[in-house]
Structure formats: C-alpha cells, structure tokens
C-alpha cells in the first residue's frame, strides 16, 4: 500500500478494504432514506450527497492519529452524508427528522452552532453520528452494517461556503494564517451568519404576510389586500369567477375546461387596479355586461366548451368600454394577452360594435 503506518493501522486498513460494500450498503441506504425525509416533508434543499472515505485519505488520518482507534469502528466518518439547506431553521427541521430513522450517538455528535462563544465567530454546522438501526435494515450474513457509525453533516449553503473557504485557506493548509487574514477570514464569517439570519427571519415575515392576506381574502376583507403575484393567487383560491362562468357555460349547456388566470394579473395592473377591492368591484360593476356579450357571442351558436377565463375575459372587456378606452385599449388588452397581431384589432373591432349594438359603454 505504500503507507507510513504500523501493523495495528494497515489492519485498519485491511479491514476497510474487506468491508467496502458494506459501506457502499450503508451508503445507499442512508442516501435514499435523506431525499426520502426530504420530499416527505415538501423540504426543498440545495444538496443531498454522500461518499465513501478514499483509502488515501484514511490512510492519512490513521498516520496523523491512528493511535486514537482500536478498530476501524472507532471511525466515525467512513461514510459522510450531506444535506445543504437553504435556511438555518431547516437544519433542525431535518435533524429532528433524522432522529425518526437512524440511531444518535449523542456522546459523538457534535453542534458546532452552539460551541461558539459570544465573541467568536466561525465553522457552524450540525454533526450527527450514526447508526442504521435493524428496524430499518438488516441482513444477517452483513451485521456490520448496523455497527459501522456514519457521519451526517447539516448545514445551510451560506455555512458551506464558509466551510469550503475556511478549510481550504486555513485549516487543511498546514500554514498558520498570519492575523490580519485570520480577521479578515472572522469578518467574513459574522457576514456569512448575519445574512444566514436575515434570510431566515425575511422567509418567516414572508409566511407570516401570506398568512394575513388568506386571512383577509378567506374573510371577504378585499379593500386591504395589494393587488399581486402572492394575494391574486389567495384571491383565485375562492374561486371568485366561478358563479359568472357557470351562468355563460348554461347558456349553451357547455363543458368548462380548466384555464390559466395568472396572465389577467398583469393586464389589471395596466388598467391601474391597486387592490383585490378593484377586481370585486369591477365584477359588480361588469358582471351583467359581461355575461350579455357571452351571450350574443355563443348563444346562436353550438359551442360546447368554454374556458373558465371567460367570465374575467368579458370582464374586463367591459370595464375597458366603461372607462372609454375604445377599441385602442381591447386591442391592447388582447396583444398582453396573446401577443401583438393585426386579429386582436379585428377582434377588438367587433367587441366594440357588439357593445355599441347591446348599448354597453360608460353612459348605459
């Protein structure tokens, strides 16, 4: 093998060697039951990974410390598994899901997060030593899958570039860093963990808003919530076009077929609609208008089959004509919709003599 080591260690060694696929077991198993925990509980992360330590590397941590290992039991990181997370509050999310599956060595473990003291700054990175308990994997001719510990690192990506960077200019150097790098370096990691918690306390006021706005949509209070990407979401969760669709699909006995809403978000914003108060207040304003043009556009026909779009489609069609914005502004409303062509301006064309003939416009 070509190492500097003595018998006790080359047995270590050996014994790596002859229980390599049992470490490619453990591997797999705790690969596949990390994404498991992971898409169970909707947790979305950076990276999951795993590796077996190289022989080269074990070889150099036997000739720096072999001396600390009676067997090659004592090595608690031949297997490392990784979960990167996006948020420091994931981290315990997923340790305590963790604890659900393998077994803790707690004495082993290790929370660098907590081993900092109030003038310190540094590596922060939650360390669990485990086991696979028999519960959740067992083949008898292999029991030293169940013995051999493995190592579960989490933390989030901030603290990996920390990670990464520290051990690559600091500890795995060999060089002692001269102090105005080693401030630097500490400046760099209280930036790392200020952002690490702004991230964090910006996503739990982000819930925390998307909560109140359901509150208030579920409550009917429209007038106070903003009009946007998050609310008009909340706002189509209570199906507010569904009572005006069903009443212009009847008119033909027509099937409604599911339609994507989130495009009407950005043309109300361009009439200027602030609040889901403007939307409530454009479906009363425009509500028997809209279902007149429907009817004049698919009652002498045989169409079976309407859009759920239909209704906001009219609708807003008719706040258009309301505000007298003409043939200009449906024009303008179909090219936002469908992309610019010289069709929308036929169509807008015809939308505005159907409304000049069932007397629809601001003064009606």
């Known amino acids: 093998m070509g190492y500097n080591l003595d018998f006790h260690c080359t047995s270590i060694i050996e014994e790596f060697n002859e229980n390599y696929s049992s470490f490619e077991k453990i591997k797999e198993i705790v690969l596949e039951q990390l994404k498991s925990l992971l898409k169970n509980n909707n947790i979305l992360v950076t990276a999951v990974e795993a590796r077996i330590k190289a022989e080269e590397s074990l070889a150099g941590k036997l000739e720096l410390k072999g001396y600390k290992y009676k067997s090659l039991s004592d090595i608690t990181d031949i ?32 929370d660098k997060r907590k081993m900092h003291e109030l003038n310190s700054l540094g590596y922060m990175s939650l360390h669990y030593i485990c086991r696979i308990p028999k519960t959740l994997y067992y083949d008898e001719k292999h029991p030293e899958i169940n013995e051999y510990r493995f190592e579960i690192q989490m933390r989030t990506a901030l603290q990996h570039v920390w990670a990464n960077m520290y051990h690559d200019t600091g500890y795995k150097s060999g060089v002692e860093i001269p102090p105005e790098y080693l401030r630097s370096l500490t400046c760099l990691a209280g930036m790392l963990e200020l952002a690490d918690a702004q991230f964090s306390r910006i996503r739990t006021e982000i819930n925390a808003y998307r909560r109140h706005v359901q509150s208030l949509v579920q409550d009917g209070n429209f007038d106070d919530v903003p009009l946007n990407g998050d609310t008009f979401k909340s706002y189509l969760e209570i199906n507010p076009f569904a009572r005006l669709t069903a009443k212009i699909a009847a008119i033909n006995q027509a099937e409604i077929y599911t339609d994507n809403f989130m495009p009407y978000l950005d043309v109300m914003k361009k009439l200027g609609f602030k609040t889901l108060g403007d939307i409530e207040k454009m479906k009363r304003e425009c509500a028997d208008a809209a279902y007149q043009i429907a009817l004049h556009q698919i009652g002498g026909t045989d169409l079976d089959i309407v859009a759920a779009t239909i209704s ?33 301006k036929t169509r807008a064309k015809r939308i505005m003599e159907l409304a000049e003939e069932i007397g629809i416009g601001k003064k009606e």
Not at 88 to 110: C, G, P, Y
Not at 325 to 333: D, H, K, Q, S, W
């Open 312 to 344: 906001i489609q009219n609708l807003c069609i008719v706040h258009i004509i309301k505000k007298e914005l003409g043939e200009a502004g449906i024009t303008a409303f179909y090219n936002r919709l469908y992309g610019e062509s010289d069709y929308n």
């Open 79 to 110: 297997v490392g598994a990784r979960v990167i997370t996006f948020y420091t509050d994931e981290v315990d999310k997923i340790s305590a899901l963790v604890e659900t599956v393998f077994d803790i060595d707690r004495h082993e473990s290790v």
